[in-house]
């Protein structure tokens, strides 16, 4: 399988589209801001300079417009200064410019509404201005004449400034952006160091370094570390009751052959000795294999219901002990379910069941119940009960010779229940035959 792109790189990717998403959006906003601020303020400078002609301003005996050689702004003196006033007389068809204009031909307003203000930017032979007109009809005792007021100045001080602080804003930006992706390279380093050293010491597991994880680690990823020691030991475990289970079926089976192998020297007994060896190896054969295979305890099985599973092996173990009319009683919540291996759990009632039904004269009793952080279940019979609670865990071993079977059932329930760290506890019941009672611990 291809390694996919490391957590670090993929972090480190996202932050930085993100920090230059933002960085972007924030920085064209300023910038925006920034214009338009300095052209309100160029505006308004404009406006006053309206103003200051429009105290200027007199009509003549004939109506004519009258200007003063002269002005509080002296750049409107200087020819080529950059700022450029005109008035155009609207009854008389004649345009006043500022000395300013001298060589220039700046794109004076002509046509506007009385009492009307309008800010724009214009485009003259010259170059680009940003201008500011006001339309008002002026009146001088009994004359009047409707003026046109305006003024311009050249954009490219504008464009200086804001250019300027563009400038400016950009190598801040760019140079806080390089400062946040470094100090995020940093912190995704210190974040990431537990992962890390979960990395380094699953090395060392492998290379047979240590025998767990053992270091103390964040609460986002200790139950990552834990489940992973949780698997590292059951896989452990499994490997060591297989290997066990061999080397016991291996020593067993020594015996069984022997017998075989001397029988062979008794040809008249030698088809009883067969049948008899034959039945012993398969019990012993399936006893450690049982053993070999035992889910032990099971943090990662789905929840399984425990009353259809009760329910289908009561069901059939009244068709195989059907002559008896058994009376099986259930008491077990629908909604109860645990953490189990469904082969485990099945194993292990179906073998305590098929003994209490063996045993019984007419009643099984079966219970099932949660009991804090536990899984009780009670078995019980109104048969004779066991006569000896201790050798009847071991293999081979019946309570009575006179039923049929081998002495498997109870011996591999035994080692299921110790491969979930459980409790097995035989007993007589309240029916006056044998009880078996199984507590396991949540997973």
């Given at each position: 399988m291809r390694a996919g792109t490391s957590i670090r790189a993929r972090l480190l990717l996202g932050a930085a589209l993100v920090l230059l998403a933002f960085l972007t959006g924030a920085g064209l906003a300023v910038q925006r801001a920034n214009a338009e601020s300095v052209r309100a303020a160029y505006f308004g400078r404009l406006q006053s300079t309206i103003?200051?002609?429009?105290?200027?301003?007199?009509?003549?005996?004939?109506?004519?417009?009258?200007?003063?050689?002269?002005?509080?702004?002296?750049?409107?003196?200087?020819p080529g200064s950059g700022l450029y006033a005109g008035i155009y007389n609207v009854s008389w068809g004649k345009q006043w410019q500022s000395a300013s204009t001298l060589g220039q031909q700046p794109p004076f307003q002509r046509s506007l509404q009385a009492g009307q203000w309008r800010n724009e930017t214009v485009e003259g032979i010259s170059g680009s201005f940003l201008s500011v007109s006001y339309a008002v009809t002026w009146k001088a005792s009994a004359r009047e004449a409707p003026l046109v007021?305006?003024?311009?100045?050249?954009?490219?001080?504008?464009?200086?400034?804001?250019?300027?602080?563009?400038?400016?804003?950009?190598l801040w930006l760019g140079g806080a952006a390089v400062l946040l992706l470094l100090a995020q390279l940093w912190l995704l380093r210190w974040g990431l160091a537990p992962l890390r050293q979960v990395a380094s010491e699953i090395r060392r597991i492998e290379e047979g370094g240590q025998s767990r994880i053992e270091g103390r680690y964040p609460t986002e990823?200790?139950?990552?570390?834990?489940?992973?020691?949780?698997?590292?030991?059951?896989?452990?475990?499994?490997?060591?009751?297989?290997?066990?289970?061999?080397?016991?079926?291996?020593?067993?089976?020594?015996?069984?052959?022997?017998?075989?192998?001397?029988?062979?020297?008794?040809?008249?007994?030698?088809?009883?000795?067969?049948?008899?060896?034959?039945?012993?190896?398969?019990?012993?054969?399936?006893?450690?294999?049982?053993?070999?295979?035992?889910?032990?305890?099971?943090?990662?099985?789905?929840?399984?219901?425990?009353?259809?599973?009760?329910?289908?092996?009561?069901?059939?173990?009244?068709?195989v002990y059907a002559e008896k009319a058994l009376d099986f009683s259930i008491e077990c919540p629908l909604e109860l379910a645990w953490r189990i291996d469904e082969g485990d759990l099945f194993e292990m009632l179906g073998n305590l069941l098929d003994n209490a039904a063996k045993w019984a004269q007419s009643r099984v009793l079966v219970r099932v119940w949660r009991e804090t952080r536990r899984l009780c279940i009670r078995i019980e019979d109104d048969g004779p009960g066991f006569s000896d609670t201790e050798?009847?865990?071991?293999?081979?071993?019946?309570?009575?010779?006179?039923?049929?079977?081998?002495?498997?059932?109870?011996?591999?329930?035994?080692?299921?229940?110790?491969?979930?760290?459980?409790?097995l506890k035989l007993s007589r019941g309240s029916m006056g035959g044998g009880r078996v009672e199984i507590k396991l611990p949540a997973p």
């Open positions: 103003y200051l002609l429009l105290a200027a301003a007199e009509l003549d005996a004939g109506g004519a417009l009258v200007m003063p050689p002269g002005f509080a702004e002296p750049r409107l003196s200087l007021l305006t003024v311009l100045e050249d954009r490219a001080a504008f464009d200086r400034e804001v250019g300027a602080f563009t400038r400016t804003l950009w990823i200790s139950g990552l570390t834990d489940n992973l020691n949780t698997l590292i030991q059951q896989e452990r475990v499994r490997q060591t009751r297989q290997r066990d289970a061999l080397s016991f079926l291996a020593h067993s089976l020594k015996t069984p052959l022997a017998v075989l192998r001397s029988a062979l020297a008794e040809p008249a007994q030698l088809p009883a000795t067969v049948a008899q060896q034959v039945n012993r190896m398969d019990d012993i054969v399936q006893h450690q294999l049982g053993r070999a295979i035992a889910g032990g305890a099971a943090r990662f099985a789905p929840p399984l219901p425990l009353a259809p599973i009760v329910e289908r092996i009561r069901d059939a173990l009244a068709k050798s009847v865990l071991r293999l081979h071993v019946r309570g009575d010779e006179r039923v049929p079977g081998h002495g498997v059932g109870l011996a591999v329930v035994s080692d299921l229940v110790a491969s979930h760290q459980g409790e």
